[in-house]
């Protein structure tokens, strides 16, 4: 999914869930992303924007701020619309210690943080897609 967009140095903000979302869920949460960046707006000014749900696990949002920077209450509305999200989906997708990983079979996990794993997870840490690409 994060292999189509172009501009990989795309300020990027990472939700990881609580637990996998169903197939139903992901779907819901795709529509919501779509829809959000679709009207995201940095006073007046829309964004250039892109978001995905990552392996039922995970939201991503994107914005290419060379053209428009992503303002305080921009960054507001992206908490907002996951805040939403969550609530209706009945996840937390604010749990800083809540990490996605490959195992040792190479099937993905949500994981609690812990140093060890830090440098192949994905977390709500990361800040570009390229640096999300790295670790996919």
Known sequence: ECGR?????MRTWVFVAERFLSPEEAE???????????????????????AF???????????????????GC???????CVKSLGERLHVDFFNRFKVLVKNDKGVWEIKRFTNEIYVEAIHS??????????HV
């Open 125 to 134: 840490s990361i800040l570009t897609l390229h640096e999300f690409q790295q």
């Open 53 to 71: 749900c990552f392996e039922r696990a995970v939201l991503v949002i994107a914005a290419n701020e060379e053209l428009a920077k992503a303002s």
């Open 5 to 9: 967009f172009m501009n990989v140095e």
């Open 74 to 80: 921009s960054i507001d509305k992206i908490t907002h």
């Open 28 to 50: 819901m949460a795709q529509h919501e992303l779509d829809a959000f960046v679709q009207g995201w707006q940095s006073h007046g000014t829309p964004l250039e924007a892109h």
